[in-house]
């Protein structure tokens, strides 16, 4: 990968999609948010997520890790099959990614993969052709793997990568 965006966090770019999937991971990443827009023909799904673009390990006296994060919005296009669940028995939880999984469906459709997003209090799977993730800010150095609403600028769909500068 080529560090040039933003050299500290490792970030190379600020826009990524299904192509990159291999060289992404959403596990920590929290949702703060959910959209399915309408559209003429299949709805796109849209979700508000603080992605964690990095781990640091731990200094020496430090036993904590801490984390490069910066808010993103995920979106796929023309999304169908769409089922999932939210455990709600124990309050509101936040929801945080522990993986994003690409399958190969069954029917032989294989340009519409089949998505699985499998957070610890919620599941989401569904079926669409691909996505594309903006990273809205540059990524910031914080102990844990969740930016403030103030530090993430609020709840946003914006669909636009920072450049850099």
Do not use: N
Request: proline fraction near 7%.
């Amino acid at each position: 990968m080529d560090d040039d965006l933003h050299p500290e966090s490792g970030l190379a770019k600020s826009v990524w999609d299904d192509t990159d999937f291999e060289d992404m991971g959403w596990h920590d990443a929290t949702v703060h948010g959910l959209y399915l827009q309408p559209t003429d023909l299949l709805p796109r799904l849209l979700l508000d997520l603080d992605y964690v673009v990095r781990w640091v390990h731990p200094e020496r006296r430090s036993k904590s890790f801490s984390f490069w994060v910066a808010p993103v919005t995920l979106v796929f296009e023309e999304v169908w099959d769409l089922t999932g669940g939210l455990d709600l028995t124990s309050g509101i939880p936040t929801l945080e990614i522990a993986d994003l999984h690409r399958l190969t469906p069954d029917d032989g459709r294989e340009e519409y993969p089949l998505w699985h997003v499998e957070g610890h209090e919620f599941d989401l799977r569904f079926r669409s052709d691909g996505f594309r993730q903006y990273f809205r800010q540059a990524p910031r150095h914080v102990p844990g793997p969740e930016l403030s609403p103030t530090e993430r600028g609020g709840c946003a769909f914006t669909e636009a990568g920072f450049d850099g500068r």
